[in-house]
């Protein structure tokens, strides 16, 4: 069985931060990369960062690089994003995902397991 949580999600100004946090219960978190999505609803859902097994390698959507940093504490079974100078347009829910092994990927399709979401609003 695998259950991940999201939290950190608000509402936040432009300009401003947020701190998500993903805690999994899994057998062994070192097994799988995590990834972060988002979704706007009547949009497609959207990869945003990915991150490794050990995190030796992570990757961005273009639009949020130099601005969200994507960490894991493979001790504690959690992933981060900390995301920085926020625009409306990051607005939307945020999910994270596992898949097992030690490749990123952009597509929603190639994650098996979902957390259930945590909202992030930044009005125009």
């Known amino acids: 069985e695998v259950r991940l949580v999201e939290s950190g999600g608000g509402l936040v100004q432009a300009g401003g931060s947020l701190r998500l946090s993903c805690a999994a219960s899994?057998?062994?978190?070192?097994?799988?990369?995590i990834g972060w999505f988002r979704q706007v609803p009547g949009l497609e859902r959207e990869g945003v960062s990915c991150?490794?097994?050990?995190?030796?390698?992570?990757y961005y959507l273009h639009y949020v690089e130099g601005r969200f940093t994507v960490s894991r504490d493979n001790a504690k079974n959690t992933v981060d994003l900390q995301m920085n100078r926020l625009k409306p347009a990051d607005t939307g829910v945020y999910y994270c995902?596992?898949?097992?092994?030690?490749?990123?990927?952009?597509?929603?399709?190639?994650?098996?397991?979902w957390g259930q979401g945590t909202q992030v609003h930044v009005p125009s």
């Open positions: 995902t596992l898949t097992r092994g030690h490749h990123c990927y952009s597509k929603s399709n190639d994650y098996e397991y």
């Open positions: 899994v057998f062994v978190f070192s097994d799988y990369s």
């Open positions: 991150i490794t097994p050990i995190g030796r390698s992570s």
